[in-house]
């Protein structure tokens, strides 16, 4: 850490924004914040940036870090990340080109099978394009998830049963982004791992296995966020070479990403082992998510790991953030415009 203590240090905490998750990332910032000033961090301020004064403040603040706590657009796609490189504010969590990559549902798919992490198939519907519902159900069957490519907390995710509902189903999720994601169901339990950077290696914390409600499709928005224990149990009860395996790919994905600080990625365990779905890079933060309960099982204070999280920001930001992910050339296109130099 910099040569000042915690408790003559400045801390931002971002959250808020512009994402259809603003009302979530305003509650884990809530609880970083409580977090932090448990961690004895002698200035914590919330700040968000969806607000006009946002810029004044963040430069006017002489913050030594800041604690991003945003989801979805602006949080974790590396805008917000590329307004605190140029401020030149150490920032907690991945960095521009990690986010973007991640953000991008089929963007980060491509960079796991480049790793050799098990994917569902999918196909990918740019924004304006021509879909034939009969070709795709006949490629990747009749049941089918459709989910916005960048989005996340389940916003715009519809289940499909064939043909007939492809096309709305499209529709509901290209309002939340463009392009969509078309993927084939997988059956089976469905995990989520988190990941953390311990001092001295990349540690995958507790599974947990999510617990589907009677008569739910999938683990949607609306019950994400109720009572914990009656949408999840930790640790997961399956096969132990799952349990494992899902670990193990945890760490590979968030290392194939580029991803700094934390992550968590959910997957469904088929007869034939983990598959992934997708990776968070800021996972949420409130008293019911996942990621803050597998911290307390693994036997760890939030409050530390949080504390955590603003080390590394001050040992390896700003200059580590714009290098932490080497995107292929042909991924490139599919990244965001502001990022490339691209109109």
């Keep these: 850490m910099a040569d000042k203590t915690r408790g003559d240090m400045r801390i931002a905490v971002l959250a808020g924004g512009i994402s259809d998750e603003r009302e979530i990332s305003r509650n884990s910032g809530k609880n970083v914040y409580a977090a932090l000033v448990e961690a004895g961090f002698g200035t914590v301020e919330m700040l968000d940036p969806a607000d006009d004064s946002f810029i004044d403040q963040l430069r006017g603040g002489s913050f030594d870090v800041a604690f991003i706590a945003m989801h979805g657009k602006g949080g974790e796609d590396g805008q917000i990340q590329s307004v605190l490189e140029y401020c030149h504010i150490p920032y907690t969590g991945s960095g521009v080109i990690a986010s973007a990559c991640t953000a991008d549902k089929a963007v980060s798919k491509a960079l796991y099978e480049r790793a050799g992490i098990p994917v569902a198939r999918d196909c990918v519907v740019e924004a304006g394009s021509v879909v034939d519902p009969a070709a795709v159900v006949a490629d990747l069957g009749e049941e089918l998830f459709v989910k916005p490519a960048v989005n996340g907390s389940s916003y715009g995710v519809s289940f499909v049963h064939g043909a007939d509902e492809l096309l709305p189903a499209i529709e509901r999720a290209a309002e939340h982004g463009g392009k969509v994601l078309v993927e084939q169901r997988?059956?089976?339990?469905?995990?989520?791992?988190?990941?953390?950077?311990?001092?001295?290696?990349?540690?995958?914390?507790?599974?947990?296995?999510?617990?589907?409600?009677?008569?739910?499709?999938?683990?949607?928005?609306?019950?994400?966020?109720?009572?914990?224990?009656?949408?999840?149990?930790?640790?997961?009860?399956?096969?132990?070479?799952?349990?494992?395996?899902?670990?193990?790919?945890?760490?590979?994905?968030?290392?194939?990403?580029?991803?700094?600080?934390?992550?968590?990625?959910?997957?469904?365990?088929?007869?034939?082992?983990?598959?992934?779905?997708?990776?968070?890079?800021?996972?949420?933060?409130?008293?019911?998510?996942?990621?803050?309960?597998?911290?307390?099982?693994?036997?760890?204070?939030?409050?530390?790991?949080?504390?955590?999280?603003?080390?590394?920001?001050?040992?390896?930001?700003?200059?580590?953030?714009?290098?932490?992910?080497?995107?292929?050339?042909?991924?490139?296109?599919?990244?965001?415009?502001?990022?490339?130099?691209?109109?």
């Excluded at 096969?239 to 700094?260: F, K, V």
């Excluded at 890079?281 to 998510?289: E, F, N, Q, R, V």
């Design 186 to 343: 997988l059956v089976g339990t469905e995990i989520t791992v988190g990941v953390y950077d311990a001092p001295d290696w990349l540690r995958a914390l507790p599974v947990v296995e999510i617990r589907k409600q009677e008569n739910a499709e999938f683990y949607d928005l609306n019950v994400k966020y109720i009572d914990p224990s009656q949408v999840h149990r930790i640790p997961a009860q399956i096969a132990p070479e799952d349990y494992a395996r899902a670990q193990e790919l945890a760490c590979r994905a968030h290392a194939a990403l580029g991803c700094t600080g934390f992550s968590r990625s959910d997957f469904i365990v088929t007869e034939n082992g983990p598959v992934i779905l997708e990776t968070n890079t800021i996972p949420g933060m409130t008293d019911t998510s996942l990621y803050p309960d597998e911290v307390r099982h693994a036997g760890m204070a939030f409050s530390d790991v949080c504390a955590r999280l603003v080390e590394l920001a001050l040992d390896g930001a700003p200059a580590h953030h714009l290098d932490d992910a080497e995107v292929p050339a042909d991924l490139a296109e599919s990244m965001y415009p502001q990022l490339w130099g691209q109109k």
